[in-house]
């Protein structure tokens, strides 16, 4: 295992897949009081922040945050996968030590935004752990992997 895959699928808590599995549609669209956004709202920050880097070409979204709320629990799954797949395809980047030093814009390489972006990715996740917390709803069962 390389550093990349370690930070953006292991990292030094629970594995992604594990902080985000056994939690209902319910349950990641509440918004403890006291707290600016839901476990949606930050894995879906998450994943247009990550699509940004690992498409090339792929702007960020309009908005931070989304403006609606999901009305099907498979949204919610398809959001998971779409994170999962998108850490698995950062983590690959890093496979070739050459494009890793590529400049992405003048003065930035791809290993620097790579590193932005799991340190990015840390944060929010840091978050959604407490957001499970205030909910009632960690840690997440050892059974349930999304």
């Known amino acids: 295992m390389h550093i990349l895959e370690h930070l953006f699928l292991r990292g030094e808590f629970p594995e992604r897949a594990r902080l985000l599995s056994g939690l209902t549609l319910e349950q990641v669209t509440l918004r403890p009081e006291g707290t600016s956004h839901s476990i949606y ?16 070409g792929a702007a960020p979204p309009d908005d931070l945050f989304p403006t609606t709320v999901p009305e099907h629990e498979d949204e919610w799954h398809q959001l998971v996968q779409l ?31 790579l590193n932005s972006v799991a340190v990015h990715s840390a944060y929010h996740f840091g978050k ?19």
């Open 41 to 56: 709202e930050e894995l879906w920050h998450l994943v247009g922040y990550q699509q940004s880097i690992i498409s090339p």
């Open 83 to 113: 994170f999962l797949t998108g850490a698995r395809a950062a983590a690959d980047l890093g496979e070739t030590p050459a494009r890793l030093a590529e400049e992405v814009e003048p003065g930035v390489t791809l290993a620097d935004e």
């Open 128 to 146: 959604i752990v407490a957001l499970r917390q205030r909910i009632g709803a960690w840690p997440p069962n050892a059974s349930d992997v999304s």
